[in-house]
């Protein structure tokens, strides 16, 4: 029997979970409305709501699972990547609750823990490949094994979550604009508008020039009519996301031709986006691919992954010391 709490706290969601023998028992998540009014996550304002929700969150997430605080084995954090301020709050609670109760700490990466959450539901077989898709990063992972994993392209600017966010920031929506511009999309036409491809030799990709494209095309449309964005949003929306899923898509087709790999898996955020998970299905029956996609509470950001993360790392016994440090940049 393993029972091991999972912390996150790597930007604006502080979550807390309990995982026993593999099995997901709860995933407690506190979102922060307090950067709506920026247009961005404030990382002081982040690190300070953290402070406020993990202990709560934890208690949650411990009478959810029905369990006491000291059937718990081990704890599992996050290390990275992410913001030093935040990442700082779930370490030193990590420490000190392991500190407090005699049990081990686990370090997580971030990154890995979005792949890991396959890992919750229908488990994929090894070796296959991961397209992350955050705020933050833009990968295509290749797994080889639980912690065998080796990034084989990634963007060489913003990361495909912030193309949905700078996007929206344009068309005048609130933050975080991805989930909006998905559900503007979905009462679009994506071929009234025509964005840009970058052209990005290997499987890497780029995502600043579309943004540029989109401001110049808003600025040169709202000058002939003052009304265009009001009356256009909806194909708009449908159009930029067109642009970023097949942008995201012939990359992964790329990647899965030349490894010859065809099980193909999707994870963080952006997997949420019903462009993206549409995309990938029909691309599945095109190619033969056998697709992986996370269900949405374990697409963006969430304690279950880091605990299932954990998990594997406990049977495998990589526990880390009381001197662990937080990396805002965290590679694997
Ligand atoms: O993984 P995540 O929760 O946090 C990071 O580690 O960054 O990803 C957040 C990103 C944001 O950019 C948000 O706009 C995007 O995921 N996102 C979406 C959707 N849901 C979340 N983007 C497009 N469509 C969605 N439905
Ligand atoms: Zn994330």
Redesign the pocket.
Known sequence: MATILGIES????TSASICIDGLIASNIIANQLVHQNYGGVVPELASRVHQQNIVPAVQEAISKAKIHKNDIDAVAFTRGP?LLGSLLVGTSFSNAFALANNLPLIEVN??QA?ILAHFIDDKPEFPFLCLT?????TQIVLVRDYFDMEVIGETTDD???????KT?KILGLP?????????YAKLGNPNAYKFPEPQIPGLDFSFSGLKTSIMYFVRDQVKKDPDFLANNMNDICASV?ER?VTILLNKLKKAAAEYKINRVAI??????????RDALNSTAVELGWEVFIPQFQY????AAMIAIAGYYKYLKKEFVGQDIAPLARMYF
């Open positions: 790597s930007c604006d969601d992410g971030h990154m979005h898709v955050s705020g933050g990063h990361a495909a979550g912030e193309a949905f966010d929206a933050y975080p604009g991805g989930p909006l511009i998905d559900k996301q970023i994870a963080g955020g952006v997997s949420a986006n019903s462009g993206l697409c963006t950001d969430n």
